[in-house]
């Protein structure tokens, strides 16, 4: 029986040679998802480097650590240097990518991702998402999706023959690429200050790598469709190397779309999904996207260190501390998590799988552990793939309130220490004592007029209201006047 023929979608590489004016509609975002609907803006600060090599050593090591503690819980993404890949093997398996990718069709469609009689979907392969239903919108990009990892598992008729050298190159560079991703889970396992292996030993030798090799194509309407949805990464960790330096990778931070820098031979990390919940939260997975171009093509080639199927991804129990700091994450086999994160991927969104809490107020960088919200029994919070509520990425800095945080007049009652989400960070904690003010507050009568003591008020208490009003040495006058 043929599949319907809406659930194969044409490849964007065709769309883009065949110079339509207009995206399919298919491929257009609804309102409240296209690329300029929410604020976008450059990094204010650039793109955090942590380098290897000092991460590694002896005398500069935990300085480098504190670099890359900040950077994980400012943007969740950073890049890496002195990483042991040489500048040739970023260059050949790029390269090798291209040429597969500039191939023609047909030779391309020996690796699809839609295989046998039944044309089903397989997740390996070349193509696009699997079309799940008639109103999913497409990425306006083509992928070679291959697993490179248990070396016994790959599915050669879905790697590239074409170039010749592909196949060769790109085990090359996932065999260095496992030096980073060790050094990185080492770093970050003694930042929480766990056992230096904690995270290396939830692998096995059977544990996945797969490798998504991604080709935007350029675009006449930017405007209306995304390279790549909104997603955050399954898996531990992932890796990322691009092929040029359009800026098209952008990350989102408290509702704002961050322009993340990205050029070649500069490789960028993000933590994916199981980080977060082994690290009970303390570190999150970022949501990032892709926009879309009317220039240029792109390709980006990501590599994603997951778990074993039947592993159970739980926050880590040496971070778990009672009441004070709660699992903020159910128990989850990694096989169950990824039919879920499947399901959602697909569709751009994310399930109620991942956070259990909303933490994106103002300060929720300053230590996410401390305050996460004591979500108790959780239910919704489940990473199981039933029921999950949905939410688009876009909304993921409201993410779903699984459990209302009690009113404080019922925590007072017998509790000998605050819950952690009611604990302030390090520098804001009320150590100094307070004295009284060493004379009566200052009374002004505006309707005298007594601009002296105005004056003198707001020097020696700051009792002035920044941004709008200021005084200018002879009077009071708004900002701007
Ligand atoms: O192309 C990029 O910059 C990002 C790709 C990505 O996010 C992915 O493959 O999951």
């Known amino acids: 029986m043929a ?51 000092r991460l590694q050593s002896a005398a500069a090591g935990a300085m480098e650590a504190v670099k890359l503690r900040s950077a994980l819980q400012s943007w969740g993404v950073f890049a890496v240097i002195n990483h042991g890949i040489e500048t040739s093997l970023m260059d050949d398996v790029m390269k090798a990518s291209g040429e597969f990718f500039s191939q023609t069709l047909e030779e391309k469609q020996k690796c699809s991702n839609i295989v046998g009689n039944k044309q089903h979907f397989q997740v390996e392969g070349y193509g696009n998402d699997q079309v799940k239903t008639h109103d999913q919108v497409l990425d306006w990009s083509d992928r070679l999706h291959l697993r490179v990892r248990p070396e016994d598992e790959r599915n050669l008729a879905t790697w590239p023959k074409h170039p010749e050298s592909f196949r060769n190159v790109l085990h090359d560079y996932a065999v260095k690429s496992e030096i980073i991703k060790e050094t990185i889970l080492q770093a970050m396992a003694k930042l929480m200050e766990l056992d230096e292996a904690y995270f290396l030993n939830q692998f096995s030798d059977r544990s996945p790598v797969t490798v998504r090799i991604n080709h935007y194509l350029p675009c006449p309407r930017p405007d209306l469709v995304l390279g790549f949805k909104p997603h955050s990464d399954d898996g531990v960790l992932a890796t990322l190397l691009v092929d040029n330096d359009l800026v098209a990778l952008q990350v989102l931070r408290d509702g704002i779309w961050y322009n993340v820098p990205t050029k070649p031979h500069t490789i960028l990390i993000n933590i994916g999904d ?12 970022p949501v990032h996207r892709v926009v879309a171009n009317t220039e240029k093509e792109r390709i980006s080639l990501a590599m994603f260190y997951g778990l074993d199927p039947e592993k159970e991804i739980e926050p880590a129990s040496d971070l778990l501390h009672g009441v004070k700091q709660p699992a903020q994450y159910k128990t989850v086999k990694t096989k169950d998590y990824m039919a879920g994160f499947y399901e959602h991927f697909a569709r751009g969104t994310r399930g109620s799988l991942m956070r259990a809490i909303p933490v994106h107020s103002p300060d929720a960088r300053c230590d996410n552990l401390r305050r996460r919200c004591c979500t108790g029994d959780r239910g919704a919070a489940s990473l199981s793939s039933s029921g999950h509520s949905e939410t688009t990425m876009a909304d993921c800095h409201q993410w779903n309130i699984v459990k209302i945080p009690p009113i404080v007049q019922e925590l007072t009652a017998g509790v000998h220490e605050p819950p952690s989400q009611y604990m302030v960070c390090e520098q804001d ?11 009566p507050i200052p009374i002004v009568d505006l309707s005298t007029g007594e601009l002296a003591k105005l004056r003198s008020a707001l020097e020696d208490w700051g009792l002035s209201l920044p941004g709008y009003w200021t005084w200018n040495g002879a009077k009071l006058a708004r900002r701007g006047d």
């Open 3 to 53: 599949v319907d023929s809406w659930r194969i979608p044409t490849l964007v590489q065709e769309l883009a040679a065949a110079g339509a004016h207009e995206p399919p509609s298919r491929y257009v975002r609804r309102e409240g998802e296209l690329p300029a609907g929410a604020a976008v803006v450059d990094m204010p600060e650039p793109i955090p480097v942590i380098d290897l090599c």
């Open 274 to 285: 199981f980080m977060e919940v082994m690290s009970n939260g303390i570190f999150e997975s």
């Open 429 to 439: 904690r009320p150590t100094v004592t307070g004295s009284d003010m060493p004379e």
